[in-house]
Structures are given as C-alpha cells and as structure tokens.
C-alpha cells in the first residue's frame, strides 16, 4: 500500500524531494535493479500529465529522488494536481506514494 503525501511545489522554481521506501516493520527496501517512474495530472483520468524526473539515489537505503525543472513548474497553472510514484522490478510494479500536489503561483518570473 502506498504512502499518502500532499507536496507543494513553487510555480517557476525548480523541485526536488527525497522518499524514504521502507517496508511494514520501517526497514528499508533494497531498489538495486528497481526503475522509478512518477506522474502529475489535473485529475487521475486527465491525459495530459507532466513527469517526474525519478531515480533511485541510494539502492540499498532504499531512496529514490524526485524532481521537477523550472521550466516544468511554469508551465503549469497554479491549482491543485494527483501525483503517484511507483517502483518497478522486471514488469512487477508497486505504488509507493501518491496524493494531491498543489501548485502555489509565482509573481516574479
């Protein structure tokens, strides 16, 4: 089961977070061989999406990189998005995080 998240995102600013994958007893997971891949849409059935960039940092303590360019979050409209991240090993994936990512508008561009 997934660990639900809200995360907040600056329009025009670059983005970038560290997510900790541990299992039930709060160990971590090893994510040698695993592949990450993260998605932002409007609404879950929205075809339109913007992708996180997503690596797993630390293999063995169990740590995957997320991050969003300036250039990503400006094109984005101010508003509130669905996110979810999921690891990948040999064709079996496992939703790791989701939840809502809000994005505050800039002034200064």
Known sequence: MAVYANLTVDQGTDFSSSIDVTDVDG???ALTNY???????KHYTSSTKVSFTA????????IISLSLTAAQTDAMKAGRYVYDVE???SGTKTRVLEGQLEVT?????
Not at 35 to 41: A, K, N
């Open 87 to 89: 690891i990948d090993l």
């Open 55 to 62: 690596t797993v940092s630390n293999a063995t303590a169990g």
């Open 35 to 41: 592949t990450v891949t993260g998605q932002i849409r």
């Open 27 to 29: 160990d971590p997971v």
């Open 105 to 109: 508008p800039g002034v200064t561009r």
